[in-house]
């Protein structure tokens, strides 16, 4: 589960054509920013510099130009993700984020998609804890009309009630969905016993009652108060030399949002250790789930310390969970670790598939190839394979421009304005000593939570 | 775009496609071998696969250990993975690493270890993960649903394969298996910065110096069992699930196109016609659209919709009657329009990284095409008519067959309303 992603806008994973979508299958895009060459080579072409502009009511503008790429990415994000929600919001920054597409007052609904495809392009948006980003890819011919039709969208929402019922049912069946899936249930059961009290605890979709009891007037305030231009950003990635896409926004719904009245504050992640079984009907295979917590987005440096941790831990077979686990004992079918990126304080979630019978063995080994991480420092070699994987995957994403404005577009939101070349640099700085002096005691099992999840 | 497309050969045969691009120090490389899982030998459905993944467990003078060293230790992915229709080795790293990895490609076609401690391994997570699949009700659906429609024939069943066979795959079968690989249509995409020595690179792990390999010629791919009906399977879940589908035609074929549109008309992006109906409109579910990959042969083209199960019925005829619809009538002339739009979009889309321009090319030469397939098939696409496209579903979407996962009383009510329907018999 990527918390960070969670609730897409529309499950149209099918896309289509000549060729399958199965066909392709690439490593998704990597979430951190991170990448360096690791040895003395010819220098690769270098990476393009973001162009940051302002509105004059202060709304950051980022422009990056990739004049290869065949689509320009126009991605708006907000600091509107279900963290910003009240105990009776339960799921209205998800929601919103579907009744958006529901039009605007120029806007009826579905002009906006049928306008966007017909112009050769796709949109879709993604709710997460933190943030809520809606997003165009296009033709660069088509990207001036798109942009407006972006904003008059996200800025100006219509919430009809009668859309706003009928929608409902859309939220209640994608629930419908997730709580069909055991596996989407054991993690919900994990995050809420491991982060009590914290917004990251509770369901970005929402609670059912809390859902079936929203009003459009309700949602229309939630809107004003956190759309505003102190907690917004654009970005704009692509061939966009002959574009002059700042100077159509002058005059756009964006240069009329106002500020906030004064920054939200963001409430620090207390992770509570802990443990717990949980017995799940439908569950074929048996679950080790675990999360700890390491320091937020906003101390980049240990993001991306965090990204070579869980890289050296469990991404690929000579990674030592997987190697030891499934290559050598074999005793799971799967082990992941995925470093969940967020304000509040980054989670790291673990989760091995295996059989029910198997489940105090993996749990035992986990914890025991832990405590060799928390005893000494990584070996040189192994730490160079984790730089390599992790800044070739950044390479790797920047290919494409929805990936790059995603990273920039979310760092600008958040006040970060590196560039690109940076987190390259940044994973230069970790050495073997470094990390295990400061991050692999946060990995320690005793500051984690695990759920043992077995069919019932 | 800058890039520019070469062709050549490798010593013994292989067709080797060459796409340079300006931009990143990166390079895809994709192998493309064909007879995946469809041509799994009688009895030993899964053997494609199992072969596939243990390709990169040993090769050569590498150890799996060794291998996955080199691979992990550049950062570079490698994945071996067996489909329908082929199996596809695909290779991506910074391209200063080509030099060292580049070999392993034949390498590992050409001489795997296949040793039994490995197999034993592999086969052992192939068959959880057909165990976990279960849990998926999509999942449970999706095979249901393929059974019906290709039944013991090659399309039939998971590449992971079915368990009682795949129980029983060791290394005889898969030897016999690897000896072939290759032979019967195979072809390399390289894209990207693409290193001066290409050709002595990729065989310089082959020790006789060329590797026995032909061009994939155009040929007809498996067909469906021609079965048209309803199959369901209980599930204690909240929602049903339900697909609609039935076997068409090949990429390629005369009609296939006209299919695709049709695709993109019902169920590509928000403004299809699927979600715009089932779930703008009657609020039914959160997951809609259309099921309808590239195959050889005659390929599966698949509505697929979850709705709550008090809504079974509702849900139910609302599938149907869109489907009729399709018989009935003809797309409007603002409806073509936008499918068109939506195939050009989506073919902009695919083709912005250079793994996605190699993987697209390696299937349609590995289908037996001509390498400017995509770009003919746009061309041709904007002279078709509505109705050439209520001709193509006429021709081959007359006799649908329903499948359905979920908790008892929504199978019911979604069964009356089948029974009930022209297009059950």
């Avoid at chain 1, 609904?109 to 809520?132: K, M, Q």
């Avoid at chain 1, 404005?405 to 390259?424: D, F, I, K």
């Avoid at chain 2, 469906?224 to 039935?246: H, I, K, P, R």
Wanted: with cysteine.
């Amino acid at each position: 589960m990527d918390a960070k992603g969670g609730g897409a806008h529309g499950g149209r994973g099918d896309s289509a054509l000549i060729l399958p979508a199965e066909c392709e299958k690439d490593t998704p895009p990597h979430r951190l920013p991170t990448t360096p060459r690791s040895s003395p080579r010819p220098a690769p072409s270098p990476l393009p510099e973001p162009q940051r502009h302002q509105l004059s009511n202060g709304v950051p503008l980022v422009q990056l130009d990739l004049p290869e790429a065949p689509l320009v990415c126009l991605d708006f994000w907000c600091r509107a993700g279900s963290a910003s929600e009240s105990a009776s919001e339960s799921g209205m920054a998800h929601f919103l984020e579907h009744m958006v597409f529901k039009g605007s007052a120029q806007l009826p609904a579905g002009e906006f998609d049928r306008r966007i495809e017909a112009l050769g392009g796709s949109s879709n948006a993604a709710t997460g804890f933190d943030d809520v980003h809606f997003h165009v890819l296009i033709p660069p011919e088509a990207a001036t009309q798109a942009l407006e039709l972006l904003l008059d969208l996200v800025l100006r929402p219509r919430l009809d009630p009668d859309d706003f019922a009928m929608e409902r049912q859309v939220v209640l069946e994608e629930l419908a969905q997730s709580e069909d899936q055991p596996e989407e249930v054991a993690f919900q059961e994990l995050l809420r016993l491991a982060c009590p009290q914290h917004a990251y605890g509770l369901p970005i979709l929402g609670r059912r009652e809390a859902l079936e009891a929203h009003h459009p007037e309700a949602m229309a305030a939630f809107h004003r108060r956190h759309y505003r231009a102190d907690r917004c950003c654009l970005t704009m990635a692509g061939p966009l030399s002959r574009l002059d896409l700042p100077s159509r926004l002058q005059d756009s719904a964006l240069a009329e949002l106002a500020a906030a009245e004064g920054p939200a504050a963001i409430t620090p992640l207390q992770l509570s250790p802990g443990s717990t079984t949980l017995e799940l009907p439908r569950l074929e295979a048996a679950r080790l789930l675990m999360a700890w917590r390491l320091p937020g987005a906003a101390d980049q440096d240990s993001v991306v310390g965090g990204d070579l941790l869980t890289t050296l831990l469990a991404e690929g077979r000579r990674s030592r969970l997987v190697e030891r686990l499934r290559e050598q004992l074999r005793l799971v079918e799967s082990i992941d670790l995925d470093l969940n990126v967020l304000e509040a304080g980054c989670l790291v979630l673990l989760e091995a598939v295996c059989e029910p019978e198997q489940l105090q063995a993996v749990e035992r080994e986990v914890k025991q190839v832990l405590q060799e991480l928390l005893a000494q420092p990584p070996s040189a070699a192994e730490l160079e394979r984790a730089r390599r994987l992790v800044g070739n995957g950044y390479r790797f994403s920047l290919e494409a421009p929805g990936s790059v404005a995603a990273m920039v577009g979310n760092s600008a939101l958040w006040g970060r304005q590196h560039n690109l070349e940076a987190p390259l640099a940044w994973l230069q700085t970790w050495d073997a000593q470094r990390l295990h002096e400061q991050l692999s005691g946060l990995l320690d099992p005793a500051r984690s939570f695990s759920l043992r999840a077995v069919p019932s | 775009m800058s890039s520019q497309l070469e062709q050549r050969q490798l010593a013994g045969g292989c067709p080797l496609w060459l796409l340079h691009r300006n931009g990143p120090a990166i390079l895809s490389a994709k192998l493309w071998l064909r007879g995946g899982s469809s041509a799994d030998p009688i009895g030993q459905r899964g053997a494609a696969q199992l072969l596939a993944g243990l390709l990169s467990r040993g090769c050569g003078e590498l150890s799996g250990e060794a291998l996955a060293d080199l691979v992990e230790g550049s950062g570079a992915g490698l994945r071996c993975e067996a489909g329908e229709d082929g199996t596809l080795l695909s290779l991506k790293c910074a391209s200063d690493d080509a030099p060292q990895l580049l070999p392993l490609l034949l390498q590992m076609v050409q001489s795997p270890w296949l040793v039994d401690d490995q197999i034993a391994l592999e086969r052992q997570l192939n068959l959880q993960t057909l165990q976990r699949q279960r849990e998926d009700p999509f999942q449970v659906c999706h095979d249901l649903l393929r059974r019906q429609l290709y039944g013991e024939g090659p399309y039939g069943h998971d590449p992971l394969g079915v368990e009682a066979e795949l129980e029983q795959l060791g290394r005889p079968q898969l030897q016999q298996l690897a000896g072939n690989l290759g032979r019967d249509g195979s072809v390399l995409v390289l894209a990207g910065a693409i290193p001066d020595d290409v050709e002595a690179l990729l065989l310089a792990g082959v020790e006789t110096g060329h590797w026995p390999a032909e061009a994939p010629l155009r040929r007809a791919g498996p067909d469906g069992a021609g079965n048209a009906g309803l199959c369901s399977a209980e599930d204690d879940t909240e929602q049903l699930v339900l697909m609609l589908g039935c076997t068409t035609t090949a990429l390629g074929s005369p009609q296939a196109l006209a299919l695709r549109l049709l695709h993109c008309h019902l169920g590509v992006g928000m403004s299809s016609r699927l979600f715009v109906t089932l779930r703008e409109e009657h609020g039914l579910a959160y997951d809609v659209g259309v099921h309808h990959p590239a195959r050889l042969g005659a390929a599966p083209f698949v509505f697929h919709l979850s709705s709550s199960s008090e809504r079974a019925g509702e849900a139910t005829a609302e599938l149907l009657q869109e489907w009729q619809r399709l018989l009935e009538e003809p797309l409007t002339q603002a409806e073509l329009a936008l499918a068109l739009a939506k195939f050009r979009g989506q073919e902009a889309l695919g083709r912005q990284t250079c793994s996605q321009l190699a993987d697209r090319l390696a299937l349609v030469l590995g289908h037996g095409l001509p390498a400017d397939f995509a770009d003919q098939c746009l061309e041709q696409a904007a002279q078709l008519t509505p109705a050439d496209l209520q001709q193509a579903a006429q021709a081959l979407l007359q006799r649908p067959s329903l499948s359905l996962c979920g908790p008892a009383e929504a199978l019911q009510a979604a069964e009356r309303v089948w029974n009930r329907n022209p297009l059950s018999h």
